[in-house]
């Protein structure tokens, strides 16, 4: 006869003890269950101890998920959440350095737990880590010439414990001083900077960005496209997935006039250019979040060209008459006569007219209205253009494909795709 499903069958761990195998009844209060297993190993004050997985998580066991225990679980009887947020509040500030640092790389690690995050906020645990962030660091720098593996894990385990109670989503991240944000984002602007210190500050500037219109604004003070680069051409591809999420954090939440400046930035500093050698073609296998951080930065300067898609070309205005013009004379300017050459009107209409079914516009007689249908509009003239400027012999050559020639490519990928 099957057991009861209410009943599963677990084996808890006590340090310095045999496991004890034993059956726990779900209908019965939590509380109930970690009293009889204290009784069992003679340990009083069973309010003070909890229930929490033996594998590599060590979440606690609460009211509400211990329906995810089943049967053969390992569970571990230790210090209740209450308990060792406690004593770890009081541990991190001790003023021994060794123990400090231990306590620290011990937060770190518990508070993955939202049970443990959540005491451990109760106490005002995150003011307590800003401020150590914020004055600790420079003491503790006075320090780093003979300590400098200790500085280093120490700041490294605040900022990491900082990051995982934050990511509960149980504090606001408009209560954080500027204070806080410049030295995070010093950590970032500095050229030599422990590995795990930076990959830490820059999540926390990511999160700042993204949750706080104000923390946007404050941190795009401190931190600029310049300063990021050069942990693009580093080596190490968690630096630069975590660079590319903050610059993408900027650019999302950017006013609308801001983003065009920073996109031209971004072609200032060759951030394509450093993105293909560094990140693309690195001797190295592209991870999943980095590719979906570089999917999300072409979609965001992909969509800066959106208003070109979108307005029609004025076949009266002269200026963008003349950039057809310009298609024209680069690819047929070898064989053909120039503008202010001898002929009469209808033969150069007739020459341009022969030339423009060429280049493979609809319209042969007047090619601006081409781009009146949007998309694409003007977005593809301006790649045509482009591409004749920057690419000549390319452009010739393409251009005088027939049937299926080059102008006519482009408009039709535009209508097709860009739709």
Same mark, same amino acid.
């Given at each position: 006869m099957p057991p009861p499903a209410d009943i599963v069958k677990v084996a808890i761990e006590w340090p310095g003890a045999y496991p004890k195998l034993m059956e726990i009844d779900q209908k019965k209060p939590l509380s109930a269950i970690i009293k009889e297993v204290c009784d069992g190993w003679s340990l009083a004050n069973h309010e003070y101890f909890a229930l929490q997985h033996a594998d590599s998580s060590n979440f606690y066991i609460t009211e509400k998920n211990r329906n995810e225990i089943k049967n053969g679980t390992i569970l571990r009887l230790t210090t209740s959440p209450a308990q060792n947020a406690q004593q770890l509040h009081e541990r991190i500030q001790s003023s021994s350095m060794d123990a400090k640092l231990e306590a620290l790389k011990d937060l770190a690690?518990?508070?993955?737990?939202?049970?443990?995050?959540?005491?451990?906020?109760?106490?005002?645990?995150?003011?307590?880590?800003?401020?150590?962030?914020?004055?600790?660091?420079?003491?503790?720098? &006075?320090?780093? &010439?003979?300590? &400098?593996?200790?500085?280093?894990?120490?700041?490294?385990?605040?900022?990491?414990?900082?990051?995982?109670?934050?990511?509960?989503?149980?504090?606001?991240?408009?209560?954080?001083?500027?204070a806080f944000i410049k030295k995070i984002a010093s950590f970032v602007n500095k050229s030599a900077i422990d590995i795990s210190i930076l990959q830490r500050s820059l999540a926390i500037l990511e999160s700042m960005v993204l949750n706080s219109h104000d923390l946007y604004q404050k941190v795009a003070q401190e931190i600029t496209i310049g300063q990021l680069i050069p942990h693009l051409q580093g080596t190490d591809q968690e630096i630069q997935t975590y660079t590319i999420a903050v610059i993408n954090a900027l650019f999302l939440k950017a006013p609308d006039e801001r983003r065009q400046e920073m996109a031209n930035i971004l072609a200032q500093k060759q951030l394509r250019s450093i993105i293909l050698t560094h990140v693309i073609r690195a001797q190295r296998a592209i991870n999943n979040e980095m590719a979906h951080q570089l999917y999300v930065l072409q979609v965001l300067t992909f969509n800066l060209l959106e208003d070109r898609m979108m307005t029609k070309m004025d076949p009266q205005d002269q200026a963008q008459r003349d950039i057809i013009f310009e298609l024209r004379r680069i690819a047929f300017d070898a064989e053909s006569e120039p503008n202010n050459s001898s002929g009469s009107m209808e033969k150069r209409k007739s020459m341009y007219t022969r030339d423009y079914k060429k280049l493979g516009f609809i319209n042969h007689v007047n090619p601006a209205m081409d781009f009146t249908q949007t998309p694409p509009g003007m977005l593809a003239l301006d790649n045509m253009l482009y591409f004749a400027k920057h690419h000549q012999d390319a452009y010739i050559r393409v251009s005088m494909q027939d049937p299926f020639s080059y102008c006519k490519f482009t408009t039709e990928f535009f209508q097709t795709y860009i739709q």
């Open positions: 690690s518990l508070s993955r737990d939202v049970t443990f995050a959540q005491e451990f906020i109760n106490l005002d645990g995150i003011s307590l880590l800003t401020q150590m962030v914020e004055s600790g660091t420079d003491r503790y720098q &006075k320090l780093q &010439k003979i300590m &400098k593996p200790c500085f280093g894990d120490m700041l490294s385990f605040t900022l990491t414990a900082f990051v995982e109670l934050m990511d509960h989503g149980i504090v606001s991240w408009d209560t954080f001083s500027v």
